[in-house]
């Protein structure tokens, strides 16, 4: 099993900044890929971005792309999401996930954590 535990979510206005973090234990593995999934009230689990363990290929969501920046510390098995620029429509639970193969879909990963609040204000 492999528990992944958010944090830095919060409260903050329209074009602010939050860096969340997911710090990854139990059977760890450095070839998980991670990622970020948020939902936001009344709507379905969405994919935000992804990465590969070494770090060298990301995913990003349209969305999202050219605001946030999604990177990771294999030796603190720790990922995180740098997110700039924010909107009133990034206002969401944000989700840890983990899998061996990556993907976009909710249903392709293994593993989550409890998730983050991320309200924007406008």
């Known amino acids: 099993q492999v528990q992944l535990v958010e944090s830095g979510g919060g409260l903050v206005q329209a074009g602010g900044s939050l860096r969340l973090s997911c710090a990854a234990s139990?059977?760890?593995?450095?070839?998980?890929?991670m990622a970020w999934f948020r939902q936001a009230p009344g709507k379905e689990r969405e994919f935000v971005a992804a990465?590969?363990?070494?770090?060298?290929?990301?995913n990003y969501a349209d969305s999202v792309k050219g605001r946030f920046t999604i990177s990771r510390d294999n030796a603190k098995n720790t990922v995180f999401l740098q997110m700039n620029s924010l909107k009133s429509e990034d206002t969401a639970v944000y989700y840890c996930?983990?899998?061996?193969?990556?993907?976009?879909?909710?249903?392709?990963?293994?593993?989550w954590g409890q998730g983050t609040q991320v309200t924007v204000s406008s």
């Open positions: 996930a983990a899998n061996l193969a990556g993907g976009t879909r909710k249903s392709d990963y293994d593993y």
């Open positions: 139990g059977r760890t593995r450095i070839s998980h890929v």
């Open positions: 990465i590969t363990w070494s770090g060298r290929i990301t």
